[in-house]
């Protein structure tokens, strides 16, 4: 299966938004509300930020929201920080008890 | 707390068998779902397989038939073997709890560096 496709990067600057988008098919993102993301800082593992689409474990900030809609998912981080420079990755339920990542996205706070 | 942590060898050489075993502490490894996961220097993230306490496994396509994950609940821990390694297969690898049910990857380790290379 090919992996999900995210933007290389996005950018922004304190304070302002982003979004990050997760672009998957039918048979992955569109068919499942199991869309989970990451943050990635260089040489620590991955973060769970957001599960099953829009939920937040407990002690992620509410800055960070996940939408979907058809194919695409979405993370949104709002009041953009510099500690939220990070790689963020999606991540959906496949079908036939598998999982994918998406392609990763880099997100620099200007 | 929920603690993961990855151990085997650094280096193999190609053709041979990559070896990682993940201790699980703070969790019965019977409770859930296990997976390794892997990161290719830059590279996106890999789901490689997921086993559970019971050992059956579950994995992603391409690797089906090199990759064999394995459960030992009397040590609380699990493995993952990669057959017939290239230098394709060097990456970090990480062992994680879950996906399981609508339950993400929420725990991981802190991963370990596998490089293949003669």
């Known amino acids: 299966q090919s992996a999900l496709t995210q933007p290389a990067s996005v950018s922004g600057s304190p304070g302002q938004s982003i979004t990050i988008s997760c672009t998957g098919t039918s048979s992955d993102v569109g068919s499942y509300n199991l869309v989970s993301w990451y943050q990635q800082h260089p040489g620590k593992a991955p973060k769970l930020m957001i599960y099953?689409?829009?939920k937040r474990p407990s002690g992620v900030s509410n800055r960070f929201s996940g939408s979907k809609s058809g194919n695409t998912a979405s993370l949104t981080i709002s009041g953009l920080q510099a500690e939220d420079e990070a790689d963020y990755y999606c991540c959906s339920y496949a079908g036939s008890s598998t999982f994918v990542f998406g392609t990763g996205t880099k997100v620099t706070v200007l | 707390q929920v603690q993961l942590q990855e151990s085997g060898p650094g280096l193999v050489k190609p053709s041979e068998t990559l070896s990682l075993t993940c201790t699980v502490s703070g969790d019965s490894i019977g409770d859930s779902y296990w997976s390794w996961i892997r990161h290719p220097a830059g590279k996106g993230l890999e789901w490689i397989g997921r086993?559970?306490?019971?050992?059956?496994?579950n994995y992603e396509p391409s690797l089906r038939s090199r990759a064999t994950l394995s459960v030992d609940t009397s040590k609380n821990q699990f493995s993952l073997k990669l057959s017939s390694v290239t230098a394709a297969d060097s990456a970090i690898y990480y062992c994680a709890r879950g996906p399981y049910g609508a339950n993400p990857s929420d725990y991981w380790g802190q991963g370990i560096l596998v490089t293949v290379s003669s």
């Open positions: 099953e689409g829009s």
């Open positions: 086993v559970n306490g019971r050992g059956s496994t």
